[in-house]
């Protein structure tokens, strides 16, 4: 029988944007960045009471079916804990469905907080299991829930009625690199994006993503100099350009400008890695386009702090 916890209980979750494949690495290379959402999570005596302000503030439900709270109650579970009564207040930074992780951290959100309402039962494995199960891939999630840069695997069972095994380890980042976000504003439908994705692909263009996947990897932690190398691929950004054509601009204009410049996840965001800054006239093209540009710094894991915070 599940322990209940205290009316009154509360904490407070900061977790970091993230974005994924980092051109090659397609859904197993992840980046967590300094772009964060603020989730207050409190028991109280009965029902659920949900607080959405900042982005999709007019979108996103009040209701049990807010992703935050659905993995809230999939860490209480685990943690084999209960709560009489929820209330959420979701601060949103991160923008919704731009390919920053947006779901993502929702999902690590909620588990971390349920994690540190039952008093951090749960492994760091354990919560990026939890969280990268209502994603499917971990690749986003392990980058939130662990911070800096992120390889990550999925291991299928063989029957049936196990659930899948997300595993993830961290890169270290060479600390000169930083990164600048170019987000459209539009949104992106993961599942719509990757319907363009082929079902086979030519062994060489297989093995050209497994070598700068491998550069990818070098790239980030000893060698940036290798950013725009690292960062070529073949198996999913020339697919996706004809429905991101937007993006697909953005890439192209600012490689041929020597950029390591990518499709962030599933897009429509570009995001770019450098260890110097973007010559600020190419940010203002971009800003008179209508995109918004974000300078980021490369981010830490998910924080969990008892009690609620000053919002």
Known sequence: MSTELKVGTAVTVTV????????PGFDCLGLALGLYDIVEVEVIDKGLVVEVIGEGEDELPRD???????????????????????KVVCHNSIPQSRGLGSSAAAAVAGVAAANGLAGSPLTTEQVVQLASAFEGHPDNAAASVMGSAVVSWT????DDRSQPSYKAVTVPVHESIRATAIVPSFHASTRAVRRVLPSHVTHEDARFNVSRTAVMTVALQQHPELLWEG???????????????????WVNR???????AFLSG?????????????????LQEARDAGLQVM???IAGPVKVEAGASSH
């Open 295 to 297: 300078e980021l710094p």
């Open 231 to 249: 960062t070529r691929d073949r198996l999913h950004q020339p697919y996706r350009a004809d429905v991101l054509p937007v993006t697909a601009e």
């Open 155 to 158: 291991e299928v069972p063989v």
């Open 16 to 23: 970091p944007a993230s974005t994924a494949n980092l051109g």
């Open 266 to 282: 599933a897009g429509p965001t570009c995001l770019v890695l450098s260890t110097e800054a973007i010559e600020e006239s190419i």
């Open 64 to 86: 049990g079916s807010h992703l935050v709270v659905k993995a809230i109650r999939s860490g209480l579970l685990a943690a084999d804990v209960s709560a009489p009564g929820l």
């Open 254 to 260: 600012l490689r041929n400008r020597g950029y390591a």
